[in-house]
């Protein structure tokens, strides 16, 4: 755990970090085969390890900050983040949430065992538990906490299939990639930053960077299985 808080602070100063997060490699494909619930779950059926759009920008790709201690104010959240279960599918598929609560939501008439696990090494080793929560019923949430920063992994315990990611930062300085792969992340403190970039096929890499005052730094940060 961190030994330090995050500090909202005026950043009158900051920089722009933007740029792209590429995969060049071949996109494979997994089988998904439903065994049961298979009303709600939907048949047989194939799907890209990584969406890969347009120049090869990776989809869906997380990028954030490491160790920022003070800078920018946390965008405005009305209520807890959700992560819902529908058609067997979980809902969104990749989000980052600052610490603390996260709603996990069973939209389906079957059961869903969710489980989220730890990684380690930027996403590559995922197998400490940070719950595991039986909802049998539709409709039904439970409310947990996640008080420590990191990735977790999400399946579900009664449909193997399902996969999902969460992000857990403690500092608002992410964002998550567009169809094209592309990313910004604004008023940034001047001084050396680490950025991290991540998608659950390839795992992560870090760049170490600069920025300096009112800058527009452009990043490309390539991802490799």
Known sequence: MPAYAYKEVSVSDGGIITGKVVFKGRVPKRTIIPTKDKSVCGGMRKEPKILVGKNKGVQ????????????KA?????SAPVLDQKNCRFSPNVQIIRKGDLEILNSDPVLHNTHGYLCKKLGKQCKRTVFNLALPNQGQTIKKKLKRAGTV???CDAHGWMLGWVQVVDNPYYAITDNDG???????????????????????????????AGQRLEVEAQLKK
């Not at 869906?60 to 800078?71: D, F, P, T």
């Not at 946390?74 to 009305?78: D, G, L, R, Y």
């Not at 940034?188 to 960077?209: D, W």
């Open 74 to 78: 946390w965008p405005a959240q009305e």
């Open 60 to 71: 869906e790709g997380i990028v954030y900050l490491k160790k920022v201690k003070q800078g």
């Open 182 to 212: 592309a990313f910004t992340i604004t008023e940034v403190p001047p001084g050396k930053h680490t950025l991290v970039a991540f998608q659950g096929y390839t795992g992560g890499v870090e760049i170490p960077l600069t920025v300096k």
């Open 153 to 155: 992994k999400v399946d």
